[in-house]
């Protein structure tokens, strides 16, 4: 198409300016909605707006608490971020992250009597592994019997509800001495350490930032890495090439599935210290949105995950003063992805000055 | 154990199986047509979830089932109005538009519920739903009557769109047309034919269908707005078009499998067989990865499904 001088034309690399410039367009679109959202219900959205602001970034402790919302948010968006880069759909970080907190819970039973250190060390790697393996039997079924992955890991999410359920109503881990769906609570010894000493950030948080680091190497620096993105570029080629690709779907998937257990692991031992049902509010789901917003760049899940972590908290303090029912939130989050696919179309093109022999 | 085999239980869980199937296929044709065009639509959950909602919201508003059955196929033409806008129009990855999709349609939901009723704290709002049709003579079959001919009308609606999709598909121009796109979409744009103007029809339609599932889980079934009321039908929705290899007849027999193991469920834990309930309430979702895995013979999955169509590719 051309405009007088200027032409747009497709564009073959994304430029990192363009893809802020269309992140910055869905969050003023997504916040459009919103206010007219607000307005519909009643409310002033100028007052509303700033109670979601305070609630989210208002206050040293606010921020403390954004961060303890964001951790297991950077971790499944992490999760998702590796799987997507090898275009492996991965929607199963929520129950990856159930399995993961199965299995935690399962190796504190075992290890109780452990010291401290040694404890939570056997929780962190059993975390890990329960949802390498939850992931990896994903990505077995798509390597082996191409059965598709979004349908599969949305059927496993469903199937670790249940078996959640099972273990804490009729199973051995039933708190005893409570009417709800949960164990007893875990002791002293098994809680992740706080990262400054009074404050809520747990170890977690401090996980979370060494794996954001450790999985942006792993994608630039590793011949896995580069295989990851070939074979989300092009199987076929891949395969070509000599890639192994069944081998590398499901590694990826052990891989994004193990990053997910340890968010479960870390709600579970730093944050609710039960096992229940409600240490993840659609956390896998939101991993998805984290990372598409991020363009599947590790650093920009940190940065994604702490704006919604804040806009969940903000979403609380919205609800305790306004009434405005926090599910707005959630909606509000969805908009934001269904703008930014929009807006991130424009990336597709550039804007070029015609020269004259053209 | 024995109490299972009485002829009223056998019978209530036929007739159960029947009724369970109905969202299920309704849904499932729906994204049968939505796929033949090409398009893989992943927000079926969503869909069926808000279409649920608006079906039951608009009956309570009007007191009007049949302007709630309305206003939840609308809703369901409109979610699928943003998925092919952004698949055919905007050519963003179908995968995460339809995620997208189903978060918003759980946000929208609860948010939309939650305001609209948050003054009937004490009072949970309900509605009078569609009774059972009794078709006469056939009703007074003995056993089959009660099984297949004693149901709401929109069950005799969904088992008479099976061969009615088939017909529109198979046997008209404009069906073929939504098949070619799936297929091989260049052939009907080489022809003058508009690609995309064809797969807003097809998804369109598609959701219309969706809309109706979702209508059937709230004004057919019961008086009550539960968030996620849906609970995952949408997704074996999507199971039964793969299970049922896109076929018009193969989605009903994989629609009844999910719908059987759901009414057999319902009824073992109503007379309380001693089984953990949890596994009887994960069996669909076993099975669901079991017929993936163990699915046979020639696919018949469009060669286009999830691919947007540029004009002037090879």
């Known amino acids: 198409m051309i405009f007088g001088r200027f032409k747009i034309e497709p564009r073959l690399e994304p430029k990192l300016s363009w893809q802020i410039v269309s992140i910055l367009l869905a969050v003023m679109m997504s916040a459009i909605v919103c206010a007219i959202m607000l307005n519909s219900a009643g409310v002033d959205v100028g007052k509303a707006f700033y109670l979601i602001f305070e609630g989210a970034f208002g206050t040293w402790k606010a921020v403390i608490k954004t961060l303890v919302k964001a951790t297991p948010l950077i971790l499944t968006g992490l999760a998702v971020t590796v799987a997507f880069r090898a275009k492996i759909w991965n929607i199963g970080a929520e129950g990856q992250l159930f399995a993961g907190a199965i299995t935690s819970y399962w190796a504190y039973t075992m290890f109780q009597g452990a010291p401290s250190f040694i404890l939570i060390v056997m929780v962190i790697l059993s975390a890990s592994i329960g949802g390498a393996l939850y992931g990896g039997l994903a990505g077995y079924l798509k390597a082996k019997f191409s059965v598709n992955e979004v349908l599969s890991t949305v059927m496993l999410n469903y199937i670790i509800r249940y078996v959640?359920?099972?273990?804490?109503?009729?199973?051995?881990?039933?708190?005893?001495?409570?009417?709800?769906?949960?164990?007893?609570?875990?002791?002293?010894?098994?809680?992740?350490?706080?990262?400054?000493?009074?404050?809520?950030?747990?170890?977690?948080?401090?996980?979370?930032?060494?794996?954001?680091?450790?999985?942006?190497?792993?994608?630039?620096?590793?011949?896995?890495?580069?295989?990851?993105?070939?074979?989300?570029?092009?199987?076929?080629?891949?395969?070509?090439?000599?890639?192994?690709?069944?081998?590398?779907?499901?590694i990826v998937m052990m891989i994004s599935g193990g990053i997910a257990g340890l968010a479960g692991a870390g709600e579970l031992f730093g944050v609710h210290y039960r096992l229940k049902p409600d240490i993840s509010h659609g956390f896998g789901f939101l991993g998805i949105i984290i990372a598409m917003l991020a363009a599947l760049h590790p650093f920009g899940v940190i940065l994604a995950a702490t704006l919604f972590g804040g806009l969940v908290n903000g979403g609380i303090r919205l609800q305790v003063f306004t009434g405005i029912p926090t599910a707005m939130i959630s909606?509000?989050?969805?908009?934001?992805?269904?703008?930014?696919?929009?807006?991130?179309?424009?990336?597709?093109?550039?804007?070029?000055?015609?020269?004259?022999?053209? | 154990?024995?109490?299972?085999?009485?002829?009223?239980?056998?019978?209530?869980?036929?007739?159960?199986?029947?009724?369970?199937?109905?969202?299920?296929?309704?849904?499932?044709?729906?994204?049968?047509?939505?796929?033949?065009?090409g398009i893989l639509n992943l927000g079926v959950e969503g869909g069926m979830l808000m279409s649920a909602f608006m079906g039951f919201y608009a009956t309570y508003a009007s007191d009007s089932l049949w302007i709630g059955l309305l206003a939840a196929m609308v809703t369901g033409a409109l979610l699928n109005l943003i998925m092919v806008f952004m698949a055919a129009t905007l050519k963003v990855e179908q995968?995460?538009?339809?995620?997208?999709?189903?978060?918003?349609?759980?946000?929208?939901?609860?948010?939309?519920?939650?305001?609209?009723f948050s003054d009937a704290k004490s009072k949970i709002p309900t509605i009078s739903i569609f009774q059972n049709v009794e078709i006469p003579w056939l009703s007074q079959i003995p056993y089959l009557g009660e099984i297949f001919f004693t149901q709401k009308l929109l069950t005799y609606v969904a088992f008479i769109l099976v061969p009615v999709v088939w017909f529109f598909l198979y046997r008209t121009k404009f069906g073929l047309e939504i098949r070619c796109l799936g297929e091989n979409p260049k052939v009907i744009d080489t022809k003058g034919l508009s690609v995309t103007m064809r797969q807003y029809a097809a998804l369109l339609l598609g959701g219309a269908l969706i809309g109706m599932g979702g209508a059937f889980v709230t004004i057919c079934s019961t008086v009550r707005f539960i968030p996620d009321i849906t609970?995952?039908?949408?997704?074996?929705?999507?199971?039964?078009?793969?299970?049922?290899?896109?076929?018009?007849?193969?989605?009903?027999?994989?629609?009844?499998?999910?719908?059987?193991?759901?009414?057999?469920?319902?009824?073992?834990?109503?007379?309380?067989?001693?089984?953990?309930?949890?596994?009887?309430?994960?069996?669909?979702?076993?099975?669901?990865?079991?017929?993936?895995?163990?699915?046979?013979?020639?696919?018949?999955?469009?060669?286009r499904l999830s691919v947007p169509y540029f004009r002037g590719e090879r």
């Open chain 1, 164 to 250: 959640l359920s099972f273990l804490l109503i009729s199973g051995p881990w039933r708190d005893p001495s409570s009417f709800y769906q949960q164990s007893s609570r875990i002791i002293q010894a098994a809680k992740y350490p706080m990262l400054f000493g009074i404050s809520r950030l747990h170890m977690g948080f401090a996980i979370a930032l060494v794996l954001a680091l450790v999985v942006y190497l792993f994608l630039t620096r590793t011949s896995l890495g580069y295989e990851i993105r070939s074979i989300g570029f092009n199987p076929k080629a891949s395969r070509f090439k000599g890639i192994n690709v069944d081998r590398t779907i499901i």
């Open chain 1, 331 to 358: 909606s509000i989050q969805a908009i934001i992805l269904l703008f930014f696919l929009t807006a991130a179309v424009l990336t597709r093109f550039e804007i070029r000055r015609v020269k004259a022999n053209e």
């Open chain 2, 1 to 37: 154990m024995s109490d299972l085999f009485q002829s009223t239980i056998v019978i209530s869980i036929l007739a159960a199986t029947i009724r369970i199937a109905t969202p299920l296929l309704l849904a499932a044709l729906g994204e049968l047509i939505t796929e033949r065009a």
């Open chain 2, 95 to 116: 995968v995460v538009t339809g995620l997208a999709l189903n978060m918003l349609a759980s946000g929208l939901s609860l948010y939309m519920y939650k305001l609209a």
């Open chain 2, 231 to 303: 609970a995952g039908r949408g997704w074996l929705a999507l199971v039964i078009v793969i299970a049922g290899n896109w076929r018009p007849m193969g989605l009903v027999i994989a629609a009844l499998i999910f719908a059987f193991l759901d009414a057999f469920q319902l009824q073992v834990q109503g007379i309380g067989v001693q089984l953990p309930y949890q596994l009887l309430l994960a069996l669909p979702y076993v099975v669901a990865i079991l017929l993936m895995v163990f699915k046979r013979g020639t696919s018949e999955e469009p060669k």
